[in-house]
């Protein structure tokens, strides 16, 4: 153990650097969150920007056409919803019903 006695501890020190004690700067959470706040208004300023520049592209036929798709979209969700599983079951049985056995396996065995 008397090998490990000679060892310094701490921190190095280096030549011609004055010793300066460690100053810490206190944390400015105010103003932190005001920049962050800005930061995020600027940025949704910035996408409603891009949104309004990317509706402003569209032809009057496209924005019908979107209008059209998500009308129609909201008819087949409220359609869907409307109707439980167990009614969806028995109109899919009646429709399989009406369909004709054309695409049936034929009977193989004749003898049975």
């Known amino acids: 153990m008397d090998a490990y006695e000679q060892v ?20 400015e959470k105010d103003r932190d969150k005001a920049k962050l706040l800005q930061m995020m208004g600027k940025i949704q300023k910035n996408q409603e920007e891009e949104l309004r520049r990317h509706l402003d592209k569209r ?6 056409f979107e209008k059209v798709q998500e009308k129609r979209q909201m008819e087949r969700v409220l359609k869907k919803a409307s109707t439980t ?28």
């Open 8 to 27: 310094q501890k701490g921190p190095l020190k280096l030549k011609g650097v004055p010793e300066l004690g460690v100053t810490k700067r206190k944390k």
């Open 59 to 64: 032809t009057p036929a496209q924005v019908a």
């Open 85 to 112: 599983h167990r009614q969806r079951v028995e109109d899919f049985s009646r429709h399989l019903d009406t369909l004709s056995e054309h695409y049936d396996i034929p009977k193989v065995s004749w003898t049975k």
